[in-house]
């Protein structure tokens, strides 16, 4: 039994090795990668009574398995 522990745990050490190298070596290569600044514009518009139920659909997805919580048409209705 006793010797089964140790390779496990010479295991366990060899894994944590690899990982600090892995570690060491993304952090290299996110010091090589080139950063780049994007130019992005964007427009709003006020909400309109048409875009009632895209909004009510975007709640739902924004709240999960909460959204059953809430009364969203009423919330929708308070944004619009």
């Known amino acids: 039994m ?3 522990r ?3 745990s010479d295991k366990e050490m060899d894994s944590g090795s690899e990982d600090s190298s892995r570690q060491n070596s993304d952090a290299e290569v996110d010091d090589e990668v080139e950063k780049e ?3 992005v ?3 709003f518009f006020d909400p309109k009574p048409i875009d009632f ?3 009510k659909r975007m ?3 924004s709240f999960g398995d909460d959204a059953e ?3 969203l048409s009423a919330l ?4 619009l």
């Open 2 to 4: 006793s010797r089964k």
């Open 6 to 8: 140790s390779h496990d």
């Open 37 to 39: 600044i994007v130019d």
């Open 41 to 43: 514009d964007f427009e």
């Open 53 to 55: 139920h895209a909004m």
């Open 59 to 61: 709640l739902m997805a």
């Open 69 to 71: 919580d809430f009364n």
């Open 76 to 79: 929708v209705d308070l944004i």
